[in-house]
């Protein structure tokens, strides 16, 4: 007699004929054994795949995102460097300058070489500047083109400098009248605070600057007896009575941004009199400990605006001169109109004299809010004054921010600061500016 047949999972006793695959307690015929492990074997693929896949999704999203960051520094930095070379365009700015020394910092206005303009270089009260000498002898200029477009024909020259002799200072410039239109309209001619040093500004009501003087030049400056210094000359949009005159005594620390505003304080102050100024200033001073020369402020262009319209807003002021070292700069600024939280409004774009820029950002909600109707905390400016000022649709009561800038590099000089609107809803209103030592 046969052995009995048992199923060599469950010991189960099989008739004859029967097999592991018909076995009445474990298996069904033509299915697996379900008490066995066989079964479960063919996932362990599929989860090692899946996982797989997740392990890689997640890399390259991860990937992604460092490359995208990489990409955004790269494209902060190439802005930067354009920035840097591009050569400036002046079709917004309100004023041109020049600075001289060793090596003169044009901003908008370029000195001309001519015949009859005698200089060399000196140095006087520790400052390198540019002497002519006496006689027949000028100092001659020209404009950068793109200024002119938006330009007009009613403009102030401003030229700080020293004389020898009696004769006073004197402007020809390219006129209605000729190439060599007197300006017999002297605006201001006054002693800066502790120094030898005077300005004066010449209003020219009919210029028209088609580069017809000696080599293209658009205007010429003369002293014709002994000789003069000039350490700078600027050419800005004659402003009218909106803005009151700078005090000869105010220290140079507080930047004197007379040529480059472009609106009156009026809407800020109590009742819209801006002879109600001083106080205001002594109170911001009270609570900021900071004293600034605010007597008119700069608006720029917000989205909405025509850009390059005639007596518009324009998208960016440069070249504002500091020329010194600083370890902090005060700026006492706002806006017109509000923005979403944490959005870019302009920039402070600072040039140090080592050739490096520096970007201080205005954020709105930062260090910026407007300066009506929107009264909430701004964690990185300090409410510098707030009142009453002319009633708008926004109300009267009005605000003035200060946000400080901290120097990175104290020991290197801040040769100028570009105030640059990045066109959005608000527009960043500049007040003034303090250079701490």
Same mark, same amino acid.
């Given at each position: 007699?046969?052995?009995?047949?048992?199923?060599?999972?469950?010991?189960?006793?099989?008739?004859?004929?029967?097999?592991?695959?018909?076995?009445?307690?474990?298996?069904?015929?033509?299915?697996?054994?379900?008490?066995?492990?066989?079964?479960?074997?063919?996932?362990?693929?599929?989860?090692?795949?899946?996982?797989?896949?997740?392990?890689?999704?997640?890399?390259?999203?991860?990937?992604?995102?460092?490359?995208?960051?990489?990409?955004?520094?790269?494209?902060?930095?190439?802005?930067?460097?354009?920035?840097?070379?591009?050569?400036?365009?002046?079709?917004?700015?309100?004023?041109?300058?020049?600075?001289?020394?060793?090596?003169?910092?044009?901003?908008?206005?370029?000195?001309?070489?001519?015949?009859?303009?005698?200089?060399?270089?000196?140095?006087?009260?520790?400052?390198?500047?540019?002497?002519?000498?006496?006689?027949?002898?000028?100092?001659?200029?020209?404009?950068?083109?793109?200024?002119?477009?938006?330009?007009?024909?009613? +403009?102030?020259?401003?030229?700080?400098?020293?004389?020898?002799?009696?004769?006073?200072?004197?402007?020809?410039?390219?006129?209605?009248?000729?190439?060599?239109?007197?300006? =017999?309209? +002297?605006?201001?001619?006054?002693?800066?605070?502790?120094?030898?040093?005077?300005?004066?500004?010449?209003?020219?009501?009919?210029?028209?600057?088609?580069?017809?003087?000696?080599?293209?030049?658009?205007?010429?400056? @003369?002293?014709?007896?002994?000789?003069?210094?000039?350490?700078?000359?600027?050419?800005?949009?004659?402003?009218?009575?909106?803005?009151?005159?700078?005090?000869?005594?105010?220290? /140079?620390?507080?930047?004197?941004?007379?040529?480059?505003?472009?609106?009156?304080?009026?809407?800020?102050?109590?009742?819209?009199?801006?002879?109600?100024? /001083?106080?205001?200033?002594?109170?911001?001073?009270?609570?900021?400990?900071?004293?600034?020369?605010?007597?008119?402020?700069?608006?720029?262009?917000?989205?909405?605006?025509?850009?390059?319209?005639?007596? &518009?807003?324009?998208?960016?002021?440069?070249?504002?001169?500091?020329?010194?070292?600083?370890?902090?700069?005060?700026?006492? @600024?706002?806006?017109?109109? &509000?923005?979403?939280?944490?959005?870019?409004?302009?920039?402070?774009?600072? @040039?140090?004299?080592?050739?490096? !820029?520096?970007?201080?950002?205005?954020?709105?909600?930062?260090? =910026?809010? /407007?300066?009506?109707?929107?009264?909430?905390?701004?964690?990185?400016?300090?409410?510098?004054?707030?009142?009453?000022?002319?009633?708008?649709?926004?109300?009267?009561?009005?605000?003035?921010?200060?946000?400080?800038?901290?120097?990175?590099?104290?020991?290197?000089?801040?040769?100028?600061?570009?105030? !640059?609107?990045?066109?959005?809803?608000?527009?960043?209103?500049?007040?003034?500016?303090?250079?701490?030592?």
């Amino acid at each position: 007699m046969s052995e009995p047949i048992h199923c060599p999972d469950c010991d189960a006793a099989l008739t004859l004929g029967q097999s592991q695959s018909l076995c009445p307690r474990c298996a069904l015929k033509g299915a697996p054994d379900l008490k066995t492990t066989d079964h479960r074997r063919p996932l362990k693929p599929v989860i090692a795949t899946l996982t797989a896949i997740v392990v890689l999704v997640t890399s390259v999203g991860l990937l992604g995102l460092v490359i995208a960051k990489k990409n955004d520094s790269r494209a902060k930095q190439t802005d930067k460097n354009r920035r840097k070379n591009e050569p400036p365009n002046y079709q917004h700015a309100t004023q041109v300058s020049v600075e001289f020394g060793a090596t003169n910092r044009e901003s908008g206005l370029y000195v001309v070489e001519v015949g009859d303009s005698k200089h060399t270089v000196a140095d006087i009260d520790g400052e390198t500047v540019w002497f002519f000498r006496g006689g027949w002898n000028y100092t001659y200029f020209s404009i950068e083109p793109s200024f002119k477009e938006n330009l007009g024909t009613d +403009v102030v020259i401003r030229a700080e400098y020293q004389i020898l002799g009696r004769n006073p200072m004197g402007v020809h410039y390219d006129g209605s009248r000729g190439p060599y239109s007197s300006a =017999v309209d +002297v605006q201001r001619d006054y002693k800066e605070p502790n120094s030898n040093w005077r300005v004066i500004e010449f209003r020219a009501r009919d210029a028209r600057f088609w580069n017809s003087q000696n080599r293209g030049a658009d205007f010429r400056i @003369h002293d014709n007896e002994k000789g003069f210094y000039l350490k700078r000359v600027s050419l800005t949009r004659y402003q009218g009575r909106r803005i009151p005159p700078r005090d000869p005594s105010t220290s /140079s620390n507080l930047v004197d941004l007379t040529s480059f505003y472009n609106a009156s304080l009026r809407l800020y102050m109590p009742g819209g009199d801006v002879d109600s100024l /001083s106080n205001v200033i002594r109170e911001i001073r009270t609570t900021t400990g900071v004293h600034f020369d605010a007597r008119g402020y700069i608006g720029l262009l917000r989205r909405g605006e025509e850009s390059g319209k005639t007596n &518009g807003s324009p998208e960016a002021v440069t070249g504002i001169p500091i020329g010194r070292r600083v370890t902090r700069l005060h700026f006492l @600024h706002s806006a017109s109109y &509000g923005e979403s939280e944490d959005r870019q409004v302009g920039s402070y774009i600072i @040039h140090m004299s080592d050739g490096s !820029i520096e970007d201080f950002p205005i954020v709105y909600g930062r260090n =910026v809010r /407007s300066e009506r109707g929107d009264y909430r905390k701004i964690p990185e400016a300090e409410v510098a004054w707030e009142g009453e000022g002319i009633r708008t649709g926004a109300g009267r009561r009005v605000r003035m921010l200060k946000a400080t800038w901290d120097n990175p590099t104290p020991t290197v000089e801040v040769s100028r600061i570009d105030f !640059i609107s990045e066109v959005s809803r608000s527009a960043p209103h500049l007040l003034a500016i303090t250079a701490e030592p």
